[in-house]
């Protein structure tokens, strides 16, 4: 779990940082408030997503079910915080004149794309990681 706590810290810090410098010159209360609100705008998506792949698994008791959505989710939401940066730096590109308007919204639609098809594509990997966490779970409770 050590392990597990180390790396989700090391990704929020990577895309704290990342985002950070996106941002350029925008003033420090404008980039905290950026960050704080794109994280918690990505913890929400992550917890729909999660709250959708846990509709097939079947859970003992509403503690388990608790402690790994937790932890799932803080996980997933730092890795998907990973577009913040790109988001961000878009946005910059397009405020400073160094795009148009028209390869703005191409790379808006592109990273949005991709990032619901990663979204997809978490939502199995939601379910087969909470299936093979209570598999672990039961076989070292027997």
Do not use: H
């Not at 890795?79 to 390869?103: A, H, M, Q, W, Y």
């Not at 794309?113 to 978490?122: A, G, K, N, P, R």
């Amino acid at each position: 779990m050590t392990f597990i706590i180390i790396g989700i810290i090391i990704v929020y810090l990577l895309v704290i940082v990342w985002t950070w410098n996106s941002l350029e010159d925008t003033e420090t209360p404008k980039k905290l408030l950026i960050i704080f609100t794109g994280i918690v705008a990505v913890f929400l998506i992550t917890q729909i997503v999660f709250s959708m792949s846990k509709s097939g698994v079947n859970y003992e008791n509403n503690d388990i079910e608790k402690s790994v959505g937790q932890v799932i989710v803080l996980l997933f939401t730092g890795v998907n915080s990973l577009v913040i940066p790109f988001i961000t730096r878009t946005f910059k590109k397009k405020e400073n004149g160094e795009i148009e308007d028209n390869v703005f919204k191409v790379r808006m639609i592109i990273i949005c794309v991709i990032f619901l098809i990663c979204l997809f594509l978490e939502c199995g990997y939601m379910t087969d990681t909470q299936e093979g966490i209570l598999r672990v779970y039961q076989s070292n409770i027997r």
